[in-house]
């Protein structure tokens, strides 16, 4: 469900051991790509800050959480990917660490994806109650909902592990992988029940707020062009969603194409992280640093102005 179903791949295919040049080629294709995705993601947060347009907009507030999140989610995942090459093993209280960062983002982004929906569905289809019901400080609460629910998933399976494991299990080393640390029956069980439980909500969410613009629209004609942005937004979040639940099934998806390219196992297993972990991260940026007219014109500014120093500093040199 997290990043550190890569772990497990990554740390299976060391049976397999790549080349030193293919080692270091996979680690600087990641690496680049984390630090291009965070870089983009970093102008977007510093755009959101410079602009009272933004932070005090419950939309953006709500889009720029989920940069943090992805920002955190990509880091974790890239470390856990690194320390695979570098480590093979590391220590428990670490490596739970990075694992329970992994859960809290992962955990939070299909969360805060249907609130996103749902401040659509009342911008389009209750005008008139959008300022009452989406206010900044309302959002900031539903932004320490998302966190607290999270919390209580992630640190009841390290509640089960302390209470089932020795303590002399955070001072020794592992493979950081999530099946070999939260291993306990009770937390298998709990997982599957509680993402069922969130991912259905998550789903039924998406599919109410869309129909309810796309009826909206057909009532209102003179909406319909807003109602057309909004609809098209939604189903961005929901290919955004799409994207964030094949962690879910990450370990099943890599086996599965394992089995058909047994001979390409360290490629199979490589392709399947980028799409998986680093292809996501690609999706927020788009759907508001670029399809967003507002935020495109501001960001814009600011990534021309880093090209422009950038440029200033070489002739310089």
């Known amino acids: 469900m997290n990043s550190s179903s890569y772990a497990l791949n990554a740390s299976s295919s060391l049976k397999y051991r790549d080349s030193p040049s293919a080692a270091v080629a996979k680690n600087v294709i990641v690496l680049a790509l984390g630090f291009t995705i965070n870089y983009i993601n970093g102008t977007l947060i510093h755009t959101f800050r410079k602009h009272q347009i933004f932070y005090l907009n419950p939309r953006y507030i709500l ?14 995942s890239i470390s856990l990917f690194v320390f695979t090459y570098i480590f093979y093993q590391i220590n428990v209280a670490f490596c739970c660490f990075l694992i329970t960062l992994a859960i809290f ?32 400080k309302r959002t900031y609460v539903a932004i320490g909902w998302i966190w607290a629910m999270s919390a209580v998933s992630a640190m009841s399976d390290i509640v089960i592990i302390l209470a089932t494991e020795p303590v002399e299990l955070f001072y020794s080393t592992i493979q950081c992988e999530r099946d070999n640390l939260f291993r306990h029956p009770i937390i298998v069980k709990k997982k599957e029940v509680s993402y069922l439980i969130f991912l259905i909500g998550v789903l039924l969410t998406f599919f109410y707020t869309y129909f309810r613009i796309f009826f909206a629209a057909n009532k209102a004609k003179s909406a319909e062009r807003e109602s057309k942005k909004a609809r098209n937004t939604i189903l961005l979040h929901g290919f955004q969603l799409l994207l964030s639940m094949l962690t879910y099934i990450a370990t099943v998806l890599t086996q599965t194409l394992v089995r058909w390219f047994p001979k390409q196992y360290l490629i199979v297993v490589f392709i399947s992280y980028i799409i998986i972990y680093i292809v996501p991260r690609f999706v927020s940026p788009i759907v508001y640093g670029l399809r967003d007219k507002t935020f495109k014109q501001y960001l814009k500014k600011y990534l021309l102005c880093t090209m422009k120093m950038g440029n200033e500093t070489d002739f310089r040199l």
């Open 105 to 136: 983002t992962t955990f939070n982004t299909p969360i805060n994806l249907a609130l996103m929906a749902l401040e659509c569905y009342i911008a389009i289809c209750l005008p008139l109650q959008h300022a009452e019901y989406c206010t900044t």
């Open 63 to 76: 889009f720029i959480h989920l940069v943090v999140n992805d920002m955190i989610q990509l880091t974790s």
